[in-house]
């Protein structure tokens, strides 16, 4: 009767040790650093971004960066992880750039709201490729964010002179309007002076 508890007691003591040194080796095997594809392409290969109007196009050329932010966002979309490393580098800097040196004609609170959020989505971009392990759904979603923030971008600029060229008409049809309103009132003035001296 004696010999059941120890046998009993060595029984669980062999059950526990084996659970334990099992469940360490697990934890060593999840700390084991996974090989990285360095090969695996990640955004969407030429995804369409707005094109700039002719006056927008005419406004950014002069805008020190611009070409080049503008070459390295399209250039993360189907780049593997090297590429995407030093292009994600490349676009905080432009990013930072564009904000400091935005044109007169295009410092308004949408532009400069949208620049704002396209600096912060660069930031994102290069802190999620310069991790030891990208994981790949946050690169994905860090891309689609980064071809999100600098479409609205692009479109709030060409919003820009769009809204600029209809002020423009507007101002001159009323220009029109005032002047033939003038000329009217001269004509009707006219009238009454002929309809005097007769």
């Known amino acids: 009767m ?3 508890p120890i046998f009993l007691r060595l029984f669980i003591l062999s059950a526990l040790l084996f659970t334990a040194c099992n469940s360490a080796s697990e934890g060593e095997e999840m700390t084991e650093n996974p090989v990285q594809n360095a090969t695996r392409s990640y955004g969407i290969e030429n995804f369409n971004f707005p094109v700039l109007t002719d006056k927008a196009r005419s406004i950014t050329m002069q805008w020190p960066a611009f070409e080049d932010f503008e070459y390295d966002v399209k250039a993360i979309n189907g780049a ?3 590429k995407l490393r030093g292009a994600s580098e490349q676009l905080v800097i432009f990013s ?3 904000s ?3 044109p007169d004609t295009l410092n308004t609170n949408g532009i400069l709201a949208r620049l704002t959020v396209v600096r912060t989505r660069a930031k994102m971009l290069d802190q999620v490729f310069h991790r030891t ?3 790949s759904t946050q690169a ?3 891309i689609r964010e980064m071809n999100t923030s600098v ?3 692009i479109l709030q600029i060409n919003e820009k002179f769009q809204k600029d060229a209809i002020d423009l008409q507007r101002k001159e049809n009323e220009e029109q309007e005032l002047k033939k309103q003038q000329r009217f009132l001269d ?3 006219q009238a009454e002076l002929r309809d005097k001296n007769q």
């Open 2 to 4: 004696k010999r059941f």
């Open 80 to 82: 593997n992880l090297e």
């Open 96 to 98: 930072d750039s564009l």
């Open 100 to 102: 400091k040196t935005i």
């Open 133 to 135: 392990i990208v994981d």
């Open 140 to 142: 994905a979603r860090a």
């Open 151 to 153: 479409r609205n971008l």
């Open 187 to 189: 004509s009707v003035y």
